[in-house]
């Protein structure tokens, strides 16, 4: 069977892990910054919509937005969160 898992980024920092965000050409679909940013928060949204979804559901519930992740937060981690790992 096919298993995965997501990085729930914000649970990992409230833990007290240092996370950066980075890209490589090998790992990912682009060696740009910016889209995986971008891709780090859609795919938190799509956490959400996983929670919607197996809720039955159709409100958004304050717990379901707990993984979501603003771009100002993506940047943070690709940035900030990056340097702080490095140390």
Same mark, same amino acid.
């Given at each position: 069977?096919? #298993?995965?898992?997501?990085?729930?980024?914000?649970?990992?920092?409230?833990?007290? #892990?240092?996370?950066? #965000?980075? %890209?490589?050409?090998?790992?990912?679909?682009?060696?740009?910054?910016? %889209?995986?940013?971008?891709?780090?928060?859609?795919?938190?949204?799509?956490?959400? @919509?996983?929670?919607? @979804?197996?809720?039955g559901g159709t409100i958004v519930t304050p717990e379901m937005?707990?993984?979501?992740?603003?771009?100002?937060?993506? #940047?943070?981690?690709? %940035?900030?969160?990056? @340097?702080?790992?490095?140390?």
């Amino acid at each position: 069977p096919l #298993l995965f898992d997501w990085c729930r980024v914000n649970h990992a920092i409230s833990l007290g #892990l240092k996370v950066g #965000l980075g %890209t490589d050409v090998a790992g990912g679909i682009s060696p740009s910054m910016l %889209t995986a940013q971008r891709m780090a928060v859609v795919n938190s949204r799509c956490i959400r @919509a996983h929670k919607l @979804a197996n809720s039955g559901g159709t409100i958004v519930t304050p717990e379901m937005e707990v993984d979501v992740i603003s771009w100002k937060e993506a #940047l943070w981690l690709a %940035t900030m969160g990056g @340097a702080q790992v490095r140390q």
